[in-house]
């Protein structure tokens, strides 16, 4: 059976953290996990084709995501990806599609839960820091009111983190579980 596990959450929540707290964990148990991150590819292709306006930076964004699925269809069964992406940016059907042609059988879902403000700050704070094809620090007021309605997919099953605090040892053996059983 081939699995993943999508980190999932809005902009600014964590999920690149608790990727990185995560992966090493299922290595720990045992688990082939292949770190993939939207941020990773879309941030080489603004090295390698520039920035633009909104619509570009959102285009670039549906290629990374559909890039990234693409290489997923393509590893050996005992490889598991962990995908580190907004997943709720596209329509739910998009996402489908993307596990259909990845031939993924099942998805366990780490939904990175923060406070709507957390998140807007957090953007704000670090948006000197990230490449400047990302949006503005503007781009936090929108956020804000975007995690006040963002939710899982709810593909597979879903654990809950809390994106201001390290993986706990309960939740990632919450994962391990999952991906073993």
Avoid at 9 to 28: E, F, N, Q, R, Y
Avoid at 48 to 53: A, K, V, W, Y
Avoid at 114 to 127: C, E, G, K, M
Avoid at 128 to 135: D, N, T, V, W
Wanted: hydrophobic content about 45%.
């Amino acid at each position: 059976m081939r699995q993943a596990v999508l980190i999932n959450g809005v902009p600014a929540s964590g999920k690149s953290t608790i990727m990185a707290d995560l992966v090493p964990l299922l290595h720990k148990a045992g688990l082939c996990a292949v770190p993939l991150g939207l941020d990773t590819v879309k941030e080489g292709l603004f090295a390698q084709l520039g920035t633009g306006d909104r619509e570009y930076n959102r285009m670039l964004g549906r290629g990374s995501y559909h890039a990234i699925f693409n290489s997923i269809a393509a590893f050996p069964d005992q490889l598991l990806p962990v995908i580190d992406a907004w997943h709720g940016f596209q329509p739910p059907e998009v996402l489908q599609a993307h596990l259909k042609r990845a031939r993924i059988d099942r998805v366990v879902e780490v939904w990175v839960q923060i406070a709507p403000q957390t998140a807007a700050d957090r953007y704000r704070a670090r948006s000197q820091q990230r490449h400047a094809g990302h949006l503005p620090a503007s781009y936090a007021d929108e956020l804000f009111t975007l995690a006040q309605t963002a939710k899982p997919t709810g593909f597979g099953p879903v654990i809950t983190v809390n994106g201001q605090a390290a993986l706990s040892a309960a939740e990632a053996h919450q994962i391990i579980d999952i991906l073993t059983s």
